[in-house]
Structures are given as structure tokens and as C-alpha cells.
């Protein structure tokens, strides 16, 4: 099946970047998605990226692809507090099949003042 | 905005009890599913739907049972809860459209403690 794998944790300063990592083992996505989970909330969709592209800028995020190494990343610039949540990616196999719609276990973002 | 409506938000059940965790969207989307995630970790899927009558297992099913009668409602059922089934549930739904790699979308969860 689908593996997704994300760093736990992620630690920054206000005002930095943060890039969060992720890789996949199934290369057949259509689309590579970024979710944000804010504390005592769902997952909300932040962003996402058609396969044929290498990158996608909106605002102050930009997504990476790297098909050929099954990489995804997210780059959140001038990293704000209000940023703090945990980030889950997910790069659904195109199989039609869907217990391997897998979400990667998510990556907390810290942002210190 | 509705969306995704999970009732409760919270509930605490004795070992043994059973309970209804309700799922309603108002997006008329096809596909539906239920996850939990348990503290400090990802999501895992318990059940999905593609359409009214339709339903199937997906990673963790076992202790948990479905229906879905309507496109709406997309109920999740605990018989016997246990202790193992303390987590946060959440239900999302997706358009469908294409295939199963479409955005899902996320209900607030429904925080649910076994004791």
C-alpha cells in the first residue's frame, strides 16, 4: 500500500521560513495535497498541487514537487504564530481504491515569538 | 457554510455502552468517510461510503458499523465501546469527481473517551 512519511515536529522563529518535508512511494497522484489541523479542530485544506507541475506558489506558501524522488515539501515564508498547527500531506494513489487514500502522520509546527 | 456537521463534540461512554456518532453535508457530495486519529498520530480509515447504500471497510473497521441511507447523513455506530476506541473521530466527504483523489472535507471530530 500507499506510504506516506512526514518529520514529527518542526521548530522555527516568527518571521522565518519553515519547510515541511514529505515523501510517497505511490507515483500515480493526480493531485498532492497539504492539510492543516489547527488545536481541537479538522483537517482544512491548505493547498495542493497537480502532478505535472514542479511547483505551485499561493501567497506566502509554495509546494515543491519532485516526481522522481516521490518528494513533497512546503514552504510557509515569514512564518507567523497563527501558523502553529500540525501539517498532513496525503497523495492519494489514482486507483480508485480507497482505503490508500493516506494521509502522512503529520508534522507540528512550533512557531516561537 | 455548513460543510461537514459532526454531533457531539465531546462524549464519554462507559465500557460497554453503545452510541451514535452523527455526520451530515450539505455539499451533495458522494463520498464519504469516517477516520480517527489517536493522540500524536495520523488518521486512520475506519469506513467510507461512494453513494447512498454503498459502503465498505477500510483500515480499522472492526468494533464500528455504518449506514448510509442518503447522500446527506453518513452515521457512524459503536456497539460495545472499549477503552481501545478513545479518540477523535472525524468525518469528511469529497466530491467524487474523477476519482478518489479529489479534496476530501473535514468535520470538526467528535471527541469520544472510553472509560
Known amino acids: 500500500g500507499e506510504d506516506v512519511e512526514q518529520s514529527l515536529f518542526l521548530s522555527v522563529r516568527e518571521g522565518d521560513s519553515s519547510v515541511i518535508n514529505c515523501t510517497y512511494t505511490?507515483?500515480?497522484?493526480?493531485?498532492l495535497y497539504w492539510y492543516k489541523q489547527e488545536p481541537g479542530a479538522g483537517l482544512q485544506l491548505l493547498t495542493y498541487?497537480?502532478?505535472?507541475?514542479d511547483m505551485k506558489q499561493d501567497q506566502r506558501l509554495t509546494v515543491l514537487l519532485n516526481k522522481k524522488d516521490k518528494h513533497l515539501s512546503l514552504r510557509i515564508a515569514d512564518t507567523q504564530t497563527g501558523d502553529s498547527a500540525i501539517y498532513f500531506c496525503?497523495?492519494?494513489?489514482?486507483?480508485?481504491?480507497?482505503?490508500?487514500?493516506?494521509f502522512g502522520s503529520g508534522t507540528k509546527l512550533n512557531v516561537k515569538p | 457554510n455548513a460543510g461537514v456537521t459532526q454531533t457531539p463534540k465531546f462524549r464519554i461512554l462507559k465500557i460497554g455502552q453503545s452510541m451514535t456518532l452523527q455526520c451530515a453535508q450539505d455539499?451533495?457530495?458522494?463520498?464519504m468517510y469516517w477516520y480517527r486519529q489517536d493522540p500524536g498520530m495520523g488518521l486512520k480509515l475506519i469506513y467510507y461510503?461512494?453513494?447512498?447504500?454503498?459502503?465498505d471497510k477500510g483500515e480499522v473497521p472492526n468494533g464500528y458499523n455504518v449506514s448510509r441511507s442518503t447522500t446527506e447523513y453518513f452515521p457512524l455506530r459503536l456497539e460495545l465501546a472499549a477503552p481501545s476506541q478513545t479518540s477523535v473521530y472525524f468525518c469528511?466527504?469529497?466530491?467524487?469527481?474523477?476519482?478518489?483523489?479529489?479534496?476530501?472535507?473535514f468535520g470538526d471530530g467528535t471527541r469520544l473517551s472510553i472509560l
Open positions: 505511490d507515483s500515480s497522484s493526480t493531485y
Open positions: 496525503a497523495a492519494p494513489p489514482r486507483t480508485y481504491n480507497f482505503n490508500k487514500f493516506y
Open positions: 461510503s461512494v453513494g447512498a447504500g454503498i459502503t
Open positions: 498541487i497537480f502532478s505535472n507541475m
Open positions: 469528511a466527504s469529497s466530491s467524487g469527481q474523477g476519482g478518489d483523489n479529489q479534496p476530501q472535507h
Open positions: 455539499m451533495n457530495h458522494n463520498y
